[in-house]
């Protein structure tokens, strides 16, 4: 079985569509949450803020919280995983995305939505690269990645054909404007047909 990575656009509609069964966001220490976490908690009307400030979950390295959706967005589970309090060094990229993932996979997830966390130095190829070998040690049906959509797919791209691996990055349908009718006089407008010369 491929693995099957589709990229889509972090942001609330792309949140909105998701057809998963769990979403998993990396915490880390930034107050308020940013990236996936932002969205995430402002979908579950702060319920991760909450966890935070009433000391269920601090987001500390190797921490892990599992809160049901209760309706408020369509997959039924969000995993909380926590980070360093510093950005992530590639030694420590691969064994905080290999812990989520895998967490993931043994809770029976087949398909899920997840951002990479943010790697030290910002070399989005070195962590998309990362990222697939980390998706490889438990594998699922299929993994949606949010964030900057054709970069993500350049990326992950790349990283399959480096490592020769068998995985499909599906990127996300393009959009096609539909060509405009021309415009309609305004009401009480008069409408002339050209003139046709006489012969």
Not at 104 to 132: H, K, N, Q
């Amino acid at each position: 079985m491929a693995l099957k990575i589709e990229v889509a656009d972090l942001g609330l509609p792309a949140l909105d569509a998701l057809d998963v069964d769990a979403v998993g966001v990396f915490v880390g220490p930034e107050r308020p949450l940013q990236g996936l976490a932002g969205f995430v908690d402002w979908r579950m009307c702060g319920a991760i803020s909450r966890a935070i400030r009433n000391g269920l979950f601090e987001g500390a390295r190797g921490e892990a919280l599992l809160l049901p959706t209760g309706g408020r967005m369509g997959p039924a589970r969000l995993f909380c995983f926590g980070l360093p309090d510093v950005s992530l060094a590639p030694e420590a990229f691969l064994p905080a995305a290999r812990a989520g993932l895998e967490a993931l996979a043994r809770a029976g997830s087949e398909a899920f939505a997840i951002s990479m966390p943010s790697l030290s130095g910002g070399d989005a190829a070195l962590a998309a690269r990362l990222w697939v070998e980390a998706s490889l040690t438990k594998p699922v049906r299929r993994q949606v990645v949010l964030g900057d959509a054709r970069q993500l797919q350049r990326d992950l791209s790349t990283a399959r054909n480096t490592l020769a691996v068998e995985v499909e990055v599906i990127a996300p349908p393009t959009r096609v404007e539909m060509p405009r009718a021309r415009a309609l006089p305004h009401v009480g407008g008069v409408l002339r047909a050209p003139a046709v010369p006489r012969s």
